[in-house]
């Protein structure tokens, strides 16, 4: 078992590492103290690959369980409209009008459907959209998302509702490419802490603190901080922190995953950033996380992107 002040902190002990997660909400734990480079790269790179393979697992999980009951829940809220307006029509590419149906799109629909039902529609699509705030991301990924997935894998189709061979490979793959960029994502937003690049630190020190208390008390998921250091890095590297497809998960409350991402928040906290430059940080997660692989399915994990802002800002405890 491994020890728990020690680098790259892991434990098959559920109780050890909830007093050691405990300790990390009320800032207690020490930080930036282990150092990445030198004979340390490789306790560090064990840190992220074991990182990946945590977040990976509740991403996969949260896929499996609670995404396959929201489809199904969104689907029977779609097929309700369906059965008057004729099938859904999805356009993701925007958030005004995400879902239309056939029946109301062209010059058809007054040959197909009553002056009552076309007078309704607009209605009945706000209805819709307000029902379906919890579970759209479901039919998103159904819709849109797996399709991609398979079809860069070449196999045809692919469903969270299915067992078949081509849909567990893109699910795999999806989950993959999800976990790889939320952590991708955290280590860039250490190495810019660390680097004094953010005006306040959030996954270290009075940052981690401060969080906790704001998320114990409204009730908030790690998913939360994720989603608050996002917007703040776009300021410093804007296309790592752009808006993504895969970005799913972070906009979901899942228990599982927001228990993984603390996980790696505190295994992350312990390690000296500074110590790093962009092209060491760049060539461990290269390794680690298949960045290069990834890149073509994931821009937000180009190389280019990771240069330094002229005007750094100094940061607090």
Request: hydrophobic fraction near 45%.
């Given at each position: 078992m491994?020890s728990l002040?020690?680098?790259g902190v892991t ?10 997660l ?7 734990t020490p930080?930036a103290?282990?150092?990445p ?5 490789g306790?560090?790179?064990a840190t992220i690959?074991?990182a ?5 697992r509740a991403?996969?999980?949260?896929l499996?369980?609670?995404a396959?009951e929201?489809?199904?829940e969104?689907l029977a ?15 993701w590419?925007?958030?005004r ?6 029946h ?5 629909a007054?040959a ?6 076309i ?5 009945q699509l ?5 029902d379906?705030v ?19 894998l ?13 849909s567990?490979?893109a699910?795999?793959?999806l989950?993959e490419?999800t976990?790889?960029l ?9 190495w ?12 270290t ?6 969080f ?8 908030k ?9 996002y917007?703040?890095?776009?300021a410093v590297?804007?296309h790592v ?5 895969l ?20 295994q992350?906290?312990?390690w000296?950033?500074a ?5 060491t ?7 680690q ?13 180009d190389?280019?992107?990771l240069?330094r802002?002229?005007?750094a ?5």
């Amino acid at each position: 078992m491994a020890s728990l002040v020690g680098p790259g902190v892991t434990t098959a002990d559920p109780r050890q590492l909830e007093i050691a997660l405990r300790s990390f909400r009320a800032g207690l734990t020490p930080f930036a103290v282990f150092d990445p480079s030198g004979d340390g790269e490789g306790v560090f790179a064990a840190t992220i690959e074991q990182a990946n393979v945590t977040i990976t697992r509740a991403v996969r999980s949260l896929l499996a369980h609670r995404a396959a009951e929201d489809l199904r829940e969104a689907l029977a809220r779609v097929g309700s409209m369906q059965q008057v307006y004729g099938p859904p029509v999805y356009k993701w590419t925007t958030d005004r009008r995400p879902i239309e149906f056939s029946h109301m799109l062209g010059r058809s629909a007054s040959a197909l459907l009553s002056d009552e039902a076309i007078g309704d529609y607009e209605a009945q699509l706000d209805l819709l959209r307000y029902d379906l705030v919890d579970t759209r991301y479901a039919l998103h990924l159904e819709t849109d998302l797996l399709p991609t997935y398979a079809r860069w894998l070449g196999k045809g189709e692919a469903s969270l509702l299915s067992a078949g061979e081509g849909s567990a490979a893109a699910i795999a793959l999806l989950a993959e490419d999800t976990a790889s960029l939320m952590v991708w994502r955290m280590l860039t937003i250490r190495w810019c802490e660390d680097h004094g690049l953010f005006a306040a630190r959030y996954m270290t020190g009075a940052g981690i603190e401060r969080f906790w208390e704001f998320a114990e008390y409204f009730g908030k998921p790690t998913q939360e901080l994720l989603r608050q250091s996002y917007r703040h890095g776009q300021a410093v590297f804007p296309h790592v922190f752009a808006s993504s497809p895969l970005d799913w998960a972070v906009a979901h409350d899942d228990a599982g995953l927001s228990h993984a991402l603390e996980h790696t928040t505190y295994q992350l906290s312990r390690w000296n950033f500074a110590a790093l430059s962009v092209d060491t940080l760049w060539g461990i997660c290269g390794r680690q996380l298949g960045a290069g692989d990834r890149l073509a399915r994931i821009p937000q994990m180009d190389r280019s992107a990771l240069t330094r802002p002229p005007n750094a800002v100094t940061t607090r405890a």
